[in-house]
């Protein structure tokens, strides 16, 4: 498994990120390495969507769970991708802290090339970041 764990500092509050980063549907939009997402099904703060990666345009099955203003858990259930992504919030005095951690592997074959792809993964990790970092404090 590759792990990464990329953390940016806003200067706004946790209700102005999590009202950016709790829009899932909108993730395409930070997020290069998202193409499209399609909702599947909802069922409390649980949400079944069809994911499709920048990689080839692979199509990935995700779970999603949201806790308000805490985290968003998206677990790969079935696709290229096997393993989770973590988007996580803090509060540091007037700013917040915007933490996503990767915890993935590629899936079959593709499971030789992850240590390759992490490298991708985390400048992309690090570009979404800075893209909503500059987004808020506009």
Same mark, same amino acid.
């Given at each position: ?5 990329? !953390? ?5 509050? =946790?209700?102005?990120?999590?009202? @950016? %980063? /709790? ?5 395409? *939009? ?42 968003? !858990? ?5 696709? =290229?991708?096997?393993?989770?992504? @973590? %988007? /996580? ?5 007037? *700013? ?43």
């Amino acid at each position: 498994m590759a792990t990464i764990q990329v !953390e940016v500092e806003i200067n706004a509050s =946790i209700d102005k990120v999590w009202d @950016i %980063v /709790s829009d899932i549907d909108n993730e395409p *939009k930070f997020w290069k390495g998202t193409k499209e997402v399609r909702n599947i099904s909802k069922e409390g703060n649980t949400i079944s969507r069809e994911v499709i990666i920048a990689f080839r345009d692979q199509k990935c099955l995700q779970e999603v769970k949201i806790y308000p203003k805490e985290k968003i !858990e998206a677990r790969f259930t079935k696709g =290229i991708i096997d393993g989770e992504k @973590i %988007v /996580s919030l803090s509060v540091k005095g007037e *700013k917040t802290i915007l933490s996503t951690y990767w915890d993935i592997k590629l899936t079959g074959v593709m499971g030789m090339f992850t240590g390759m792809i992490k490298k991708h993964i985390k400048s992309g990790t690090k570009q979404a970041m800075q893209s909503i970092k500059e987004e808020i404090e506009r």
